[in-house]
């Protein structure tokens, strides 16, 4: 049927797209980090680059080999259930974040809509374990999730010019957490002082997608003094690997 899932698809003609959902959906995320994963591993003759998303897997090609990589693909995909296979090596990360204030300026606003008072709304926020859904929009920069319904908040209608590197914002039931200065039309509800990307780091891109992460509340005089002893621009965060 033309709405099943998984499905491959062309992207042009040098990409195939393996979709598992047309929506956010936990598992559908789940199978795309196992079966990218998989890919990395063992990639198809023909496949050259890979990347996930929210709710599929690009994979693109070489010129000529369209065919026979999507072939190998469907043959991937019928092996197994891939929202049942584990998840490649994972950390677990704490990040810290100062939640309101100058750091969170529409921290009062977001509790408003969703019914908390803002020192609520941070203890849900900052307890939260989400994890590393997709990578985009800025080298390393996470969507992370997925929050409970009452966090399924509107993007704003229009844009806040900008927010800082390192930005917490929440809308659709996600953070993202900002790799660079940039405008966006979710709200800013912290800051942490966390490098997405860095350059000159053994591993530049910090988070991977499957790892999970907590954001908790620390002062924003906390979050600076952990930083400025931080040489890798992690912001003071810590991590241990999943099993």
């Known amino acids: 049927m033309a709405d099943s899932f998984p499905r491959i698809e062309p992207l042009g003609a040098d990409a195939l797209l393996v979709r598992f959902s047309d929506r956010l959906d936990d598992a559908a995320n789940r199978a795309c980090v196992s079966f990218r994963a998989a890919l990395q591993a063992s990639p198809p003759e023909g496949a050259l680059e ?82 590393v859904l997709s990578l985009g929009f800025a080298p390393g920069m996470p969507y992370l999730g997925i929050l409970p319904e009452v966090w399924d908040l509107p993007r704003q ?16 039931r996600q953070f993202v957490l900002f790799g660079t200065e940039a405008p966006t039309g979710w709200r800013q509800v912290g800051r942490t002082l966390f490098g997405c990307f860095e350059q000159a780091r053994p591993r530049p891109i910090a988070l991977s997608p499957g790892d999970e992460v907590q954001f908790p509340a620390v002062s924003g005089e906390a979050l600076r003094d952990g930083a400025s002893r931080d040489s890798e621009r992690h912001g003071g965060a810590s991590w241990t690997v999943l099993e």
Not at 160 to 170: I, S
């Open 157 to 172: 209608t229009a844009l806040t010019p900008k927010v800082p590197e390192g930005a917490l914002v929440v809308a659709v």
């Open 50 to 131: 890979t990347a996930s998303s929210l709710g599929s897997v690009l994979v693109r090609v070489a010129a000529g080999d369209a065919g026979r990589v999507q072939d190998a693909l469907r043959r991937l995909l019928d092996a197994r259930d891939w929202a049942t296979v584990p998840p490649p090596p994972r950390r677990l990360w704490s990040i810290p974040c100062s939640y309101g204030g100058a750091d969170g300026p529409q921290l009062a606003e977001t509790a408003e809509m969703v019914g908390m008072t803002a020192e609520q709304a941070t203890e849900a926020l900052s307890t939260a374990r989400v994890r």
